[in-house]
């Protein structure tokens, strides 16, 4: 079966492969790509690892390198500096050395956290990539963001670090629990509200229905423009936080117990609502986009309130200076980024939270 391919221009260049049975062309990529690698640490978590960790070590073994298994427990909670510490830890102990790889074999909890544990072991070392969520397939697999979270927020401690090459296997995502197929779709409509006017129409029409491969591919490469315009985040990528300064917030004052792709669909109604009482867009806005979250099981409200929201918001990474730059949008498919102080952003958010 032939896989959809798109070359990521970074600094260090990559290719993603999408498609059925990408995982089965691991050890293959791996050995091509990292030809002094003798060992290969699959990091993975405890939901993940049962269904597809076999086929991943399979296929590095049958490329003559030696695979180990990482497994963590599944959820938000594991992107901790300890299990970070404790990877790095396992990969001493293991004697792996400068040349060997490592595979993030999950969704973005393990992408994020594998990814850093590759840039600063030993002062970096070469990982892979492989999606098996919706949400990492077309977002946080691609573009060499990885991080850990802490206390006071997600990501706090991370480094940009490009994989050698991202494979998505899109039988895996046969296997996702509804739910977090359905949080995934909200990091699908949020590229199609920042750049793909024709991808936001088809979505509300066919819903969940749509074609994995194609519409990955597509988000793909809307991220890889993006990448190859402003790979170290200092301007232009910022548009795609698009309902994320709200969204991080709610996760964190939710202890989590709020799924990612829910809080992005939330701070995205809230932005969207919010642009159109500003008057940055039309009220036709924030109908469309609450009306296609709404139609894929997406919330649009929260009853978190703003006192709790800012703190956490005031302390997003995006931060710079003394203001928040908030992705606005003004039209699907044009969204513009706007510096807001604090006291800008508590009156923008609480207008759009009312429902
Ligand atoms: N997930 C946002 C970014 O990669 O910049």
Sequence with gaps: MSLNTIDVPASKPYRVMIGPGAL????????????????????????????HGEK????????????????????????????????????????????DVL???GGGVIGDLAGFAAAVYMRGVAYIQCPTTLLSAVDS??????????????????????????????DTLDTLPDDVFTDGCAEVIKT??????????????RGKGFDRADVIARCVRHKSDIVEKDEFDTGLRGLLNLGHTLGHAAELCSDYTLSHGRAVAIGTAVVSRAAARGGFCGHDLPEAVCAILTRFGLPTVTDIPIDRLMEPMLSDKKRSGGVVNVVVPE????????????????????SGLKP
């Design 192 to 205: 199609a509200i920042l750049f793909d006017p024709s991808l936001f129409a088809s979505l509300s029409i």
């Design 24 to 51: 089965d062309g691991l050890g293959g990529q791996a050995a091509a790509l990292c030809p002094k690698a003798e060992r290969v640490c699959v990091v993975s978590d405890d939901a993940v690892y049962p269904l």
């Design 103 to 105: 595979v993030a074999l």
């Design 141 to 170: 697999s691609v573009g060499g963001k990885t991080a850990v979270d802490l206390p006071a927020g997600k990501n706090l401690m991370g480094a940009f670090w490009q994989p050698k090459c991202v494979l998505c296997d899109t």
């Design 331 to 350: 039209r699907i498919g044009k969204c513009v980024l706007r510096p807001m102080d604090a006291g800008t952003l508590r009156k923008f958010m609480e």
């Design 56 to 99: 991943a070590v399979s296929s590095l073994r049958e490329a003559g390198l030696a695979a180990e298994a990482y497994v963590l427990p599944h959820g938000e909670a594991s992107k901790n500096t300890d299990n970070l510490i404790a990877l790095l830890n396992f990969l001493t102990e293991r004697r792996f050395t400068r040349s």
